[in-house]
């Protein structure tokens, strides 16, 4: 046993930094010897998480059983989130106590697992303490800009470290590309769009960089640049701005569904629908260690079951939709009743005023407390210029949310958007004392 492992100690001090496969043939020879030598579990392990063989690594961790496991309890969490399974990444990074590295893996598990608060809160944390792990300022800096990103798409901006964009944030591409989500996400475009072209220029200007770095980074800010130019309406500059985006050459798969997304949305002339649902539908199923966030999937649902729509497939959005609103309580959800808007559009075929109406008006004794139904038939009836009726419908859902015993129908009652459309149907009926009451 000691010879085997003065030979492994002979071969490392031989060895470069980064001559891990090495390391991994050698700990392979060794450990044919001596089966059950921790330190050469150990050390097999470690190369191959350098080699980025994680799901290999986390077996020699099983092989080597629980003394293995608790010796490497950080670099476990840290191949457990690689891999993608952030739960379990994220628990075991929790328990290990004063360790800066096993804080960074518990807050980009848990920026993963959409807990963003918790994100926000690490990340302070650490960026309260000195920094002892080289060039991790910089990744604070980074890193927290984006949880504070994700916090403003959630609508929990509040809670953010940073709500504006400070000078130091221009100094980097990636804190300015942070710094104009945030923008983006509180519904600021013009100082979103101006963030991307100076994290664009930033990118372009880095000599460390090689030209296919370059391009890998500037992709994803150009696909962001489209949604920008797109939702302000600056049509041509957004169709000029897709035609520099390569969708084949972005390497992240969760990455190149959202700009094939983006580039269907922006044209500017109607194309074939058919064409158009064929390219949408032929994006790569995501692995797990890649998916997108909650609020992108749910507009990537969205889209592709409005495509559905104009490709005629409106059963296959019945059925699809049906199934998601089948279990469905009253909500405030947008994306929810989004979806209630598509299922209604299925079912009228798309038709507006009295035939869209006929259509649809027996879905509501199905669903009578389906936000997103009720104010599509508000809707049709004002496009038939009858308010009163519009009004009936409402004040009906109203009645019903009013006496039921749930808790959260009472919140739903008080809804902001529902009482305003009540005030506008009021309004345009021109019953004063109704609204006053």
């Known amino acids: 046993m000691a010879t085997t492992s003065h030979s ?41 998480l350098k080699l980025d063989r994680y799901d290999d690594a986390l077996r020699v961790l099983e092989e080597g059983g629980n003394h ?27 328990s290990i106590e004063g360790e800066r590295g096993a804080r960074h893996v518990e807050a980009q598990a848990s920026y993963r697992l959409e807990d963003f608060a918790r994100a926000a809160n690490i990340y302070k944390e650490l960026a309260g303490n ?11 800096r980074i890193n927290s800009g984006a949880t504070d990103a994700q916090l403003e798409w959630q609508k929990q901006g509040y809670l953010a ?28 475009l013009g100082q979103g769009e101006v963030l991307l072209k100076r994290a664009k220029d930033l990118c372009s200007s880095l000599n460390e960089l090689s030209e ?5 980074e500037l992709l994803p800010i150009t696909v962001q640049q489209l949604y920008v130019l797109r939702k302000q309406g600056k049509m041509e500059e957004a169709e000029k701005i897709a035609e520099e985006i390569s969708v084949k050459d972005i390497p992240d798969l969760s990455s190149r569904q959202i700009a094939q997304n983006n580039k269907l949305a922006s044209a500017s002339t109607a194309s074939n629908p ?29 889209n592709g079951l409005t495509l559905d729509l104009l490709a005629l497939k409106t ?22 009743n989004t979806l209630s808007v598509i299922n209604a559009a299925a079912h009228a075929q798309s038709q507006l005023g009295k035939l869209g109406l006929k259509k649809i008006l027996p879905l509501l004794e199905k669903r009578p407390n389906d936000i997103g139904l009720v104010l599509t038939i508000i809707q ?58």
């Open 8 to 48: 492994l100690s002979v071969l490392l001090n031989q060895t470069t930094i980064d001559d891990h496969e090495a390391v991994l043939k050698a700990c392979n020879v060794s450990l044919k010897q001596a089966k059950g030598d921790l330190q050469l579990q150990h050390t097999k392990f470690v190369a191959l």
């Open 68 to 94: 293995l496991k608790q010796k490497a309890r950080f670099e476990r969490a840290y191949a457990l989130y690689k891999i993608g399974d952030l739960e379990q990444a994220k628990n075991i990074a929790e």
């Open 130 to 140: 000195e920094a002892i792990i080289e060039n991790e300022e910089n990744d604070l």
């Open 161 to 188: 470290q940073e709500r504006k964009p400070r000078r130091e944030d221009l100094e980097a591409f990636e804190t300015a590309y942070n710094a104009a989500c945030g923008s983006i996400a509180r519904g600021e």
């Open 212 to 216: 296919q770095e370059k391009t890998a």
């Open 274 to 302: 058919f064409l158009s649902h064929r390219i949408f539908e032929s994006a790569a199923d995501l692995p797990k260690t890649d998916k997108l966030f909650r609020f992108q999937a749910e507009r990537i649902q969205q």
């Open 315 to 336: 059963h296959s959005v019945i059925n699809s939709t049906s199934k998601l609103l089948s279990s469905a309580s009253p909500t405030i959800s947008s994306h929810s």
């Open 380 to 437: 049709l009836y004002m496009l038939t210029q009858n308010p009163g009726s519009a009004t009936t419908v409402l004040e009906s859902l109203l009645k019903r949310l009013s006496e039921s015993s749930f808790g959260a129908n009472q919140d739903i009652l008080c809804s902001p958007g529902l009482t305003a459309t009540l005030v506008s149907l009021y309004s345009a009926q021109n019953r004063a004392s109704q609204i006053k009451s």
